[in-house]
């Protein structure tokens, strides 16, 4: 990579590319299920003269734009992923079908239009309220945890951890916790498990803590090598990568990373990079000497 490549490249949470995102979440299926409805919106859309004459006439021109608004968007942003717009991505999609003469419609009683969505809702809302209130306790458990005690939160953690499953920020924050209790082992496993969902660099600094602490080097280095490259511009992950081959007693690979940390351009200046910048050409001075 270029050093204007290495400069650019960060960590992503969000793709801000809508047919991307429904490829990583979906895989082809799903960017072809998503690909093929927007498609059939915009390719399908018969002529104004052919459209079925009802309420909604008026707004077809609209709709299809606003369709087509979307699609353009979707490259360079979320649409569907927000659930306000969503709602009125799927507003614009209704009209549209709503004048297609090709489409199947069924005669259906209000009622029974309207149980389905009902029943839908309210069993949403119980379990919106129950997740809620896990991450609530979750929230209240990280922040009080000198108050409340070490013990008293772990077992709130455990008791929720059903509710969480596969939420990163129960994993991260039971992780910090078993951190600070000094259970390294159990930190490792909720950490490791995050890493799984996510590619946060941070999670993967605590990965690496967590493994140094176990005397695990090799991991750390494992763990420190990958998260130099998610953020290749940043010092930090090359700085405990210099650490970790230096308590491990690999000097030759904790110069090399030592003399890459000194010659990288810096982005952003600040304190901590002059900081890694000081302390990498302090350990060549001493690996010099030696």
């Known amino acids: ?23 990583v979440e979906g895989g082809t299926i799903g960017f072809v299920l998503f690909t093929a409805f927007l ?28 369709i087509a608004c979307f699609v353009g968007m979707g490259f360079f942003n979320f649409t569907v992923q927000a659930i306000p717009v969503m709602v009125l991505f799927l507003f614009y999609a209704a009209v549209c079908i709503n ?14 239009m309207v149980l389905p969505f009902v029943c ?24 009080q945890v000198d108050e409340l005690g070490a013990a008293v939160v772990t077992k709130q953690l455990t ?22 209790r000094k259970q390294y082992h159990l930190a490792e496993l909720k950490f490791e498990r995050a890493t799984n ?25 494992k763990t420190y090598d990958i998260a130099q490259f998610i953020q290749p511009h940043h010092f930090a992950p090359r700085y405990a990568l210099m650490k970790t081959y230096a308590i491990a ?13 000194v010659s990288m351009d810096v982005k952003i200046p600040s ?14 001075q001493q690996y010099q000497v030696k």
Request: with cysteine.
């Open 39 to 66: 498609v059939s919106l915009l390719i399908g859309l018969p002529k104004i003269n052919d459209l079925i004459k009802n309420e909604f006439q008026t707004f077809y021109p609209f709709a299809f734009a606003g």
């Open 249 to 261: 007693k690999d000097s030759a690979n904790a110069l090399r990373v030592a003399q890459n940390i």
């Open 1 to 23: 990579a270029t050093r204007q490549e290495v400069a650019n490249a960060d960590y992503v949470k969000m793709a801000y590319n809508e047919f991307l995102e429904n490829t």
């Open 99 to 112: 004048g297609y003469k090709g489409y199947i419609r069924f005669s259906i009683s209000p009622i029974k």
């Open 159 to 180: 008791e929720i951890e059903p509710e969480l499953d596969g939420s990163v920020f129960y994993l991260r924050s039971y992780g910090n916790i078993l951190f600070k």
């Open 271 to 284: 304190e901590k990079v002059d900081m890694f910048k000081k302390l990498a050409s302090q350990f060549i």
């Open 197 to 221: 969902i996510s590619s946060d660099p941070e999670l993967l600094a605590m990965l690496g803590l967590c493994q140094l602490k176990q005397g695990n080097y090799d991991a750390a280095e």
């Open 120 to 143: 839908i809702s309210v069993f949403l809302f119980f379990k919106m309220s129950t997740t809620a209130k896990a991450y609530r306790t979750c929230k209240i458990a990280k922040e």
